[in-house]
């Protein structure tokens, strides 16, 4: 039995997803974000030392990491999310759990932070404080978001899923970071990407894991 530790409107709904196309038996414990703050609540900190969602407990071990998580669950219980090593699909499953993480997801939460901070500057130092936020995302981040969305954008074309012709843990792992710029509404000029998260939205796996998230949520 798998226990995800689950915070709301964060990338521990992907580990629902996982935990769906993998068919195992898991539950979910609900956590809720500080209303003023949006951090996760002392009660995870008591579970793991980071302190952040997601977390998974299996066998009496708790760890975090999303893309440790999807690589610990597909080797015990669902190898059709991650194909064999040695192979093609396999670099490229491993290339897209990581690049999610490691590469599309940090300019975007730059960008979030940034935006929050603009939202805070007093009012008489606005117009010198904007400049200098947008020098810092225009000289970085932006160049980084273009380039990634791009890319992204180019590797879909005619494709289903990121890897072979049903979800890996690539896609879970990608599925948050799209879901979060299609809610954005930033896919406006990207319909590969756009499309792509149209559909995954519609299985029956990743249905089913937003029902259940629901039901913890508000149990
Ligand atoms: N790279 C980590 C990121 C974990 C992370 O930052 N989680 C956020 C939610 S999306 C969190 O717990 N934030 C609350 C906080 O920092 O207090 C992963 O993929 O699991």
């Not at 040695?86 to 935006?115: D, K, R």
Request: glycine share 4%; hydrophobic share 40%.
């Amino acid at each position: 039995m798998f226990t995800l530790h689950h915070l709301n409107d964060s990338r521990s709904q992907r580990i629902a997803w996982l935990l769906e196309l993998a068919d195992v038996e898991y539950e979910i414990k609900s956590y809720r974000r500080d209303p003023k703050t949006s951090l996760a609540p002392e009660e995870l900190k008591r579970l793991h030392p980071l302190g952040t969602a997601p977390l998974i407990t299996h066998n009496g071990v708790t760890f975090a990491e999303s893309g440790a998580i999807c690589e610990y669950v597909a080797m015990q219980s669902a190898q059709q999310l991650m194909p064999d090593h040695g192979t093609t699909a396999y670099i490229h499953t491993s290339f897209w759990s990581h690049y999610a993480e490691g590469s599309f997801l940090p300019p975007l939460v730059t960008a979030m932070v940034i935006n929050k901070a603009r939202a805070r500057v007093p009012f008489f130092i606005k117009p010198i404080a904007n400049k200098l936020l947008d020098a810092i995302m225009n000289a970085y981040f932006n160049k980084a978001i273009q380039r990634n969305f791009l890319f992204t954008e180019k590797y879909l074309e005619n494709k289903t899923w990121l890897v072979g012709n049903s979800p890996t843990i690539a896609d879970v792992q990608m599925s948050f970071a799209l879901e979060a710029v299609y809610d954005a509404g930033r896919l406006e000029k990207f319909p590969n990407m756009r499309n792509y998260v149209e559909r995954l939205r519609t299985t029956e796996s990743f249905i089913n894991a937003m029902a259940k998230l629901k039901d913890a949520e508000t149990a």
